[in-house]
């Protein structure tokens, strides 16, 4: 049976006194009302891991990630943070290839693939995140587009290597828009994106969790997560109120 899962992307938002409040929020909620089988990430700033991982403690429903890091080793690369460093500190998971460091930063495929390949490496898994703006929606592009992305950033994994990647399928265009993806179309995209990934390794792609990353709510997550094809979600807005957050997480 797939992991459900359920990831929290606090984005560039929250004071540390902010976020170990929410956490602490969460915390108690989930450990009071969410079935144990679920998974939650919290995918926090850099400045918070330690700590919010040290709230944590030993808790083993709910586990922090980064939300990026560097392609490279170590060096003279100012500002960026490395999988070793991630891992010297616990960080079990990390965003990679989310819409807008592909938009704002530039990240292309290869990039993404380095940084899937060096995560991997220092035992972190990677939250692969793939998706489509409203132009390629629109002209009937998005399949192939988002075919592409996960062949060029995660085919030349082996089948275990494979096994250690959680997919985030994000609709760009249904992203603080004001448009809305329905259930249907979440659930074709993530049997397109299994589909191809069974292309490759065959039945393993049975095994990869795939989140749904579109403005998911506690309105609409129950519908979302009944999709067959939908192991959970990648929360954006609604994970910063602990409240609404945790609704999601018992809606799967």
Same mark, same amino acid.
């Given at each position: 049976?797939?992991?459900?899962?359920?990831?929290?992307?606090?984005?560039?938002?929250?004071? /540390?006194?902010?976020?170990? $409040? /929410?956490?602490?929020?969460? /915390?108690?909620?989930?450990?009071?009302?969410?079935?144990?089988?679920?998974?939650?990430?919290?995918?926090?700033?850099?400045?918070?891991?330690?700590?919010?991982?040290?709230?944590?403690?030993?808790? $083993? =429903?709910?586990?922090?990630?980064?939300?990026?890091?560097?392609?490279?080793?170590?060096?003279?690369?100012?500002?960026?943070?490395?999988?070793?460093?991630?891992?010297?500190?616990?960080?079990?998971?990390?965003?990679?290839?989310?819409?807008?460091?592909?938009?704002?930063?530039?990240?292309?495929?290869?990039?993404?693939?380095?940084?899937?390949?060096?995560? /991997?490496?220092?035992?972190?898994?990677?939250?692969?995140?793939?998706?489509?703006?409203?132009?390629?929606?629109?002209?009937?592009?998005?399949?192939?587009?988002?075919?592409?992305?996960?062949?060029?950033?995660?085919?030349?994994?082996?089948?275990?290597?494979?096994?250690?990647?959680?997919?985030?399928?994000?609709?760009?265009?249904?992203?603080? $828009?004001?448009?809305?993806?329905?259930?249907?179309?979440?659930?074709?995209?993530?049997?397109?994106?299994?589909?191809?990934?069974?292309?490759?390794?065959?039945?393993? #792609?049975?095994?990869?969790?795939?989140?749904?990353?579109?403005?998911?709510?506690?309105?609409?997550? =129950?519908?979302?997560?009944?999709?067959?094809?939908?192991?959970?979600?990648?929360?954006?807005?609604?994970?910063?109120? #602990?409240?609404?957050? $945790?609704?999601?997480?018992?809606?799967?």
């Amino acid at each position: 049976m797939r992991q459900k899962i359920v990831a929290g992307n606090w984005k560039m938002n929250k004071t /540390l006194d902010e976020a170990n $409040t /929410l956490a602490s929020e969460v /915390l108690g909620m989930v450990a009071d009302e969410v079935k144990s089988e679920v998974k939650v990430i919290l995918c926090t700033p850099f400045p918070y891991l330690l700590s919010i991982k040290n709230l944590l403690g030993n808790n $083993t =429903k709910i586990s922090v990630s980064a939300q990026n890091l560097s392609e490279h080793e170590a060096g003279a690369y100012t500002g960026e943070v490395s999988a070793a460093m991630l891992k010297s500190i616990g960080v079990a998971y990390v965003l990679v290839g989310h819409s807008e460091r592909r938009q704002y930063f530039g990240e292309d495929s290869a990039l993404l693939a380095k940084k899937v390949d060096i995560a /991997l490496k220092h035992g972190i898994s990677p939250i692969f995140c793939c998706g489509e703006p409203l132009e390629v929606r629109e002209s009937n592009g998005h399949e192939e587009l988002v075919k592409k992305q996960v062949e060029e950033s995660l085919f030349h994994l082996s089948a275990d290597e494979l096994k250690k990647v959680i997919v985030a399928y994000e609709p760009v265009w249904a992203i603080g $828009t004001g448009k809305t993806a329905s259930s249907q179309q979440a659930q074709d995209m993530h049997a397109v994106i299994r589909k191809h990934l069974a292309s490759k390794y065959g039945a393993v #792609s049975d095994d990869i969790s795939i989140l749904y990353g579109g403005s998911v709510g506690a309105a609409n997550a =129950k519908e979302l997560f009944a999709c067959a094809d939908v192991d959970g979600g990648l929360v954006g807005g609604a994970s910063l109120k #602990s409240r609404d957050f $945790t609704e999601i997480i018992k809606s799967i």
